[in-house]
């Protein structure tokens, strides 16, 4: 029989490092990883990441759905055809949901990487990330302009009624069955809760798939080959980037196992990113405050 290679993971090296970890209930390791200094947290993640072969240049998704034995990221020789996998995967699940069937259609691109979860070792160290199509980085950044706009057209709250359910047995209402957390939300607007209502469907409608948000980023996308990525190394323990792809032919061509290697070959300067994200901000402004104007 051939020899397996047993996962490393974050529960082994701490079972190593502290002996008392191993005899601890769930809940109780899960606060003692929480309260563990983030340094520490950086050095058990590196650790588990480079004993788990995703050395220098590969990468790692930490996404369970995105990284199970169905879709395991090393097996593939480019990252389209992982995407497509994923997305068929994900067609799968959702077609055959007991309670909410759906179809997503066939494979597309720009719906694809939408942020998932990855690591990489990058010159010895860490790194935490993001990875995304164009599309999907612009839609995320389209709906936190979007929402800006939004609170400055009618501001406005959420209130969780109670903050905590008083009647849950478990300490600060963290209960495991969510059905113990009776909580009820209300929008405080100021007296204008009812035209907030209409503002809310208004834009859920804007920046969903096919909606005119959506549509204006796609166009925008569309412009773009290569790469992109977005650092941010302020914190030692925490550095994070954002790796984008702005087309399935580059997708093609890069391997997950000489991620960065690959995605070098295809960068673009940064600055042509940041004015695309002004062109961004200057569009869906206008247009959002448009298309609220017309149907409200």
């Known amino acids: 029989m051939d020899d397996v290679k ?5 529960d082994d090296v701490l079972a190593s490092k502290y002996p008392k ?9 899960d606060d003692f990883w929480g309260d563990l200094p983030e340094n520490e947290k950086y050095i058990i993640n590196q650790i588990t990441t480079e004993a788990n072969g995703f050395g220098e240049d590969k990468l790692y998704i930490n996404e369970a759905s995105r990284n199970n034995d169905e879709v395991m990221i090393g ?3 480019n990252l389209l055809d992982w995407d497509i996998n994923c997305w068929n995967l994900q067609r799968k699940w959702r077609n055959e949901d007991e309670y909410s069937p759906s179809d997503i259609g066939e494979y597309n691109f720009n719906r694809g990487m939408t942020g998932e979860w990855i690591r990489f070792i990058e010159d010895s160290r860490l790194v935490y990330g993001s990875l995304y199509s164009l599309s999907g980085f612009l839609w995320w950044r389209m709906e936190e302009l979007v929402l800006e706009i939004e609170n400055e057209i009618i501001p406005h709250n959420y209130i969780w009624n109670p903050p905590l359910n008083i009647d849950c047995d478990e300490e600060d209402g963290d209960c495991k069955n969510c059905d113990c957390r009776k909580v009820t939300i209300t929008i405080n607007a100021n007296g204008k809760e009812e035209e907030y209502e209409k503002l809310r469907k208004l834009t859920y409608e804007y920046i969903i798939y096919d909606g005119r948000g959506e549509i204006i980023i796609r166009n925008l996308a ?15 323990d925490d550095p994070y980037s954002e790796l984008i792809v702005c087309d399935k032919e580059t997708l093609e061509k890069i391997n ?3 991620l960065l290697k690959d995605f070098k070959l295809f960068l673009n300067d940064k600055s042509i990113l940041d004015d695309l994200l ?19």
């Open 278 to 296: 002004n062109n961004l901000k200057n569009t869906i402004d206008k247009d959002y405050r448009e298309y609220v104007k017309e149907n409200m």
């Open 75 to 77: 097996t593939y020789k």
């Open 21 to 29: 970890y191993k005899d601890m209930d769930e809940e109780t390791k």
């Open 256 to 258: 997950p196992e000489t």
């Open 222 to 236: 569309k412009e773009f080959k290569g790469t992109f990525r977005v650092d941010n190394f302020e914190n030692p």
């Open 6 to 10: 047993k996962e490393v993971r974050v």
